[in-house]
Structure formats: structure tokens, C-alpha cells
């Protein structure tokens, strides 16, 4: 912003000159306070320039990840729609502890006209990489002195406990970053007990590994 001073006979008065065109956003002087030189007066937004809060639930967030491109649109009112990609995208370093979702940034490619700071939108995820990654059922994870294992089965009644690093996940899958490969059948459904009953060898069948 731009101060200049003009001459007047009685108190100072100047006048305050942006040099962009915008929407005031917030005032921080009233109409004759005194203000000092730097003293910040008001903040201007660009209406072309507009960023999308999302709030992303945790068990959404895997797939939240994976989208390519995102459509936005007024949830309101009728009114033009736009698109976002992962490159236009900011996220929270942390998910919220009292809300389990994560907040995201959206900045849309073209910004529609009419739309407005404060606008509620619906954000919806369109298309999706092709997932890389290795996932399994959450079921198929068993808590093991505080590390994540799961039991991959060899052949017949011989499961192997592997030791995972593990990714993002939602209420379908887990994403497993090293521990075991695409192909290997997982024990899902009753995974607790293949671990209790390795714990005692006879019933646990020949050949195990740990």
C-alpha cells in the first residue's frame, strides 16, 4: 500500500492508495484513530485468488492421497465448478487429535466468478493413481510387543510372522511399506490365534518361522 501526505491547514490527512484491486478482508484502524508509519490499516484479498480448506477424515485420507484431480463445487448455490491437482495441494503436518482428520489446502486452478472468500464448497475426488503399494486388510495386522506384524502363509498350515512398516490406511486397508510383497496370502480372519498358537510349537505345526 501506498501513503501519501496531503496538504491540508489543519490535522494531517493522507491518503491511502493499494495497488491492487480486491475485497477488504479485515480493518485494523477506525475512522479517525491515529495510526503511526508501518501501522498495518486493513488487508486486501485478490478475489482470483482463492485457497480451499478441506477437512479430510482419517479413513478417507488413504484415498484422499491417492487422487489426481479433484472437482470443486458451491454446495449451496448453483455456480460454476473448477478442478484442483495434487500439485495445487497443502497439507497439516499432523492429523487433529480431537477431530482424527487431517486439513488440506486446495488451490483451484481457475476461479469462477461469482465465487467468494467464505463460500461452503463439496470437494470430491475424481480420478485416482493407479496404487503401487502393497495393502492389506487392517484385520490383518496383529500387535506384537508394540510392533505391527502379520502372518503370511507358506503352504498348508505354515505361516511366517513378518515384522511391518506400515503407511497410510483407511477403514478398508492398511498400506504396507516393507514386510511383505505382492502376491503373499495374509492371515486375516482369526490372526490373533495363528499368534497365540505360535507361541507353543506343537500347535503350531512343523516348519514355522519367526
Keep these: 500500500m501506498v501513503v501519501t501526505q496531503e496538504p491540508t491547514a489543519g490535522p494531517m490527512r493522507v491518503l491511502v492508495l493499494a495497488p491492487i484491486a480486491g475485497v477488504v478482508t479485515e480493518t485494523r484502524a477506525v475512522l479517525g484513530q491515529h495510526v503511526q508509519a508501518g501501522d498495518r490499516l486493513l488487508f486486501i484479498a485478490d478475489p482470483l485468488i482463492l485457497r480451499v480448506r478441506v477437512t479430510v477424515p482419517e479413513e478417507s485420507l488413504s484415498l484422499f492421497l491417492s487422487s489426481e484431480l479433484f472437482d470443486l463445487s458451491p454446495a449451496l448455490a448453483k455456480s460454476a465448478s473448477t ?3 495434487p500439485n495445487e495441494l497443502t497439507l497439516a503436518s499432523e492429523i487433529d487429535p480431537s477431530t482424527r482428520a487431517l486439513t488440506a489446502i486446495l488451490r483451484p486452478r481457475v476461479v469462477p466468478e461469482d465465487w467468494r472468500s467464505g463460500m461452503l464448497l463439496t470437494v470430491m475426488a475424481t480420478e485416482f493413481r493407479k496404487a503401487a503399494a502393497v495393502t492389506i486388510p487392517p484385520e490383518a495386522v496383529v500387535s506384537d510387543q508394540g510392533m505391527s506384524t502379520a502372518y503370511v502363509m507358506l ?7 513378518r515384522v511391518l512398516k506400515l503407511g497410510t490406511r483407511d477403514s478398508e486397508r492398511v498400506e504396507v511399506l516393507s514386510g511383505i510383497t ?6 486375516t480372519r482369526g490372526a490373533h490365534f495363528v499368534r497365540l498358537a505360535s507361541m507353543v510349537p506343537e500347535g503350531f505345526g512343523h516348519g514355522h518361522a519367526h
Design 182 to 187: 505382492a502376491g503373499e496370502r495374509v492371515v
Design 155 to 161: 503352504d498348508g498350515e505354515k505361516f511366517q510372522r
Design 83 to 85: 478442478q484442483a491437482t
